[in-house]
T-cell receptor, first 114, second 111 residues
Framework: NAGVTQTPKFQVLKTGQSMTLQCAQD?????MYWYRQDPGMGLRLIYYSASEGTTDKGEVPNGYNVSRLNKREFSLRLESAAPSQTSVYFC?????????????FGPGTRLTVT | AQRVTQPEKLLSVFKGAPVELKCNYS??????LFWYVQYSRQRLQLLLRHISRESIKGFTADLNKGETSFHLKKPFAQEEDSAMYYC?????????????FGQGTTLQVKP
């Protein structure tokens, strides 16, 4: 039982390049989330998926797209990376979609955009 | 609008001293509040939630609706408590499980 896994762990991009961050969970959770963590800003929600087939914007969605591929997988795509997207990205999942429940986090992806 | 404020970026105490990490929230409904912790080189994990009313690793947190606060307390800090702590706010039904996190407080416990 790996919980929430993320790939890659580290990535360096040049401005304008694109990439997809992968996230998978093996806990049969309905809801999945993507956050970014920046010093002094805490964790900010980028996108979330309350259930398979649905996605919604969070607090800071600009510059990102997501895909809920199936119940296990939720990917985050940067179409044209910008230095402002340098951050640590966390994926999380939770059991229910209609209430605040414990979220389980992945190990994070440290992204640098030069 | 929902908001969580952790006023201290860094809290530094000596081992054995009491610890209080402050958290204030803004929410018009009935809040559900959590404390998450991130130890060095580990992933973020739930420490406690107000509805459980339990003590985890010696930490407790009481929801004060009048002061809209959910401060995290421990009477005697240990070096292994050094970590980043996040307060998080969620709402009840219809909230889609989203949490709003505060800015985080780094707790440094000195020997």
């Amino acid at each position: 039982n790996a919980g929430v896994t993320q790939t890659p762990k580290f990535q360096v991009l040049k401005t304008g390049q694109s990439m997809t961050l992968q996230c998978a969970q093996d806990m049969n959770h309905n809801s999945m989330y993507w956050y970014r963590q920046d010093p002094g800003m805490g964790l900010r929600l980028i996108y979330y998926s309350a259930s398979e087939g649905t996605t919604d914007k969070g607090e800071v969605p600009n510059g990102y797209n997501v895909s809920r591929l199936n119940k296990r997988e939720f990917s985050l795509r940067l179409e044209s990376a910008a230095p402002s997207q340098t951050s640590v990205y966390f994926c999380a999942s939770s059991e229910v979609s209609w209430a605040a429940y414990e979220q389980y986090f992945g190990p994070g992806t440290r992204l640098t955009v030069t | 609008a929902q908001r969580v404020t952790q006023p201290e970026k860094l809290l530094s105490v000596f081992k054995g001293a009491p610890v209080e990490l402050k958290c204030n929230y803004s929410y018009s409904g009935s809040p559900e509040l959590f404390w998450y912790v991130q130890y060095s080189r580990q992933r973020l994990q739930l420490l406690l939630r107000h509805i459980s009313r339990e003590s985890i690793k010696g930490f407790t947190a009481d929801l004060n609706k009048g002061e809209t606060s959910f401060h995290l307390k421990k009477p005697f800090a240990q070096e292994e408590d050094s970590a980043m702590y996040y307060c998080a706010l969620g709402g009840p039904h219809g909230n889609t499980g989203k949490l709003i996190f505060g800015q985080g407080t780094t707790l440094q416990v000195k020997p």
